[in-house]
């Protein structure tokens, strides 16, 4: 086949130029000419690359990197406080059902007193302030679920409270041992007076504190 | 889209001198900060020029270059390493820089690409500058990686997430096209 002068772009379009079209190019000053730019522009492509100082650029991206990461901080902050209030929330809601279980008992006991089991009429005096046997079952097995959840959050902080790492940590582990002190003997005054509401509601506290403390650590060590 | 996920920053000292993608890419994903620092030496003078090739004016490439490191850090916790750190990194930049590109579309701000002042003797490099700006945005990318930063088309090809004979033909779109721009403005 014979090359032509309309045949070079073709010939343009492989990196390296056939046999067929450098000898076409030896004899047509048109086409030497084509070529020639096609290569030029290669060429001068390379001068196109420019590089320069740019001496705010890095502290620019290393801010704008910082700021993200304080704007995330404030986020999970916000999302933890979220996260206590619901806590808070699910603890009300325990006294709530424990208040909510006395008051029908006491209605059926209270004006009918000789009419009740002797076993629930000994512990109902008529005073709001002490909980039915029902009750104070009913309490006793919420307090017990409670208490193996927080157990079990305690035991995913443990390893950060062991570390015991800074001193934001030594505070939280002072905090949750006075929490652990007061729950011990708020709970050795309901073993003399299981039926008392307002220690229970001290137990409940108490063990939302904990609750509180150690989510809070446990957040800190996630973004740490 | 990039994910936005933050990391926690670190502030390492010790850091090898040399470290491989795979070093750098666990460091950053650890937030240290001087692994980032070590990506923008490697990486900022060619994303500068290859995004002042494409937006046309220093202080739009330093924008999306500035956007993009901020886009990879945001990211790279979810960098799988299925493609190269450098070619994750241009995909990022490109994205920004069509970012920049249809914020100054939508301004309708003057042209895209930077007028060189006109001179009696426009030289080729001048006039390949002006031509540029003439031809389709995919055949001039390819041009400016190919031809102008020195990717190969490999790269390219993993970057713009299309086969390597199609870098080729963008390429060679470019050049004809170019060329074709080069000689009517030359009679």
Request: charged residues 30%; glycine residues 4%.
């Amino acid at each position: 086949m014979k090359f032509e002068c309309g045949d070079l772009e073709r010939a343009l379009a492989v990196p390296d130029l056939m046999p067929e079209a450098r000898e076409h190019l030896k004899t047509c000053a048109a086409c030497r000419r084509e070529y020639r730019l096609w290569s030029d522009i290669s060429t001068t492509a390379r001068e196109l690359h420019e590089e320069w100082e740019s001496p705010a650029l890095w502290p620019n991206v290393r801010a704008a990197i910082m700021a993200g990461q304080q704007a995330q901080r404030k986020g999970n902050r916000f999302k933890m406080r979220i996260w206590g209030v619901a806590a808070s929330l699910a603890a009300a809601a325990v006294v709530v059902a424990a208040v909510m279980l006395v008051k029908p008992a006491m209605n059926r006991t209270a004006p009918g007193t000789a009419g009740a089991p002797a076993a629930t009429a000994s512990k109902v005096t008529g005073d709001a302030t002490f909980l039915t046997e029902n009750a104070l079952a009913e309490v006793e097995k919420n307090e017990s679920a409670y208490r193996k959840s927080i157990d079990r959050l305690a035991a995913l902080a443990q390893p950060e409270i062991a570390k015991a790492a800074n001193e934001m940590t030594v505070n939280y582990r002072e905090r949750l041992l006075l929490l652990d002190s007061a729950i011990a003997e708020t709970r050795a005054s309901l073993e003399q007076n299981r039926y008392s509401v307002e220690l229970q509601k001290e137990l409940a506290d108490l063990y939302h504190q904990k609750q509180k403390a150690l989510e809070e650590l446990l957040a800190r060590d996630q973004k740490n | 889209m990039v994910r936005e996920i933050g990391l926690p920053i670190r502030f390492a000292t010790s850091f090898s001198e040399h470290p491989t993608d795979a070093q750098l890419v666990e460091e950053c994903k650890r937030g240290n900060l001087r692994a980032y620092e070590r990506l923008y030496e490697q990486h900022a003078p060619r994303m500068k020029s290859l995004a002042l090739r494409l937006l046309g004016s220093r202080a739009d490439a330093e924008d999306a270059v500035q956007d993009a490191f901020l886009k990879v850090y945001r990211a790279m916790a979810g960098f799988d390493g299925n493609s190269a750190l450098s070619t994750w990194m241009y995909r990022i930049l490109i994205n920004c820089c069509y970012d920049v590109l249809r914020r100054q579309q939508r301004a309708a701000e003057a042209p895209v690409t930077r007028e060189p002042a006109a001179d009696s003797k426009v030289s080729l490099k001048i006039a390949l500058e002006r031509a540029l700006a003439r031809i389709n945005e995919r055949p001039r990318l390819v041009f400016v990686m190919f031809e102008v930063e020195g990717l190969k088309h490999s790269e390219i090809a993993a970057i713009l997430q299309v086969p390597e004979g199609t870098s080729r033909n963008w390429l060679f779109e470019a050049k004809r096209d170019l060329k074709r721009i080069l000689t009517e403005t030359s009679r």
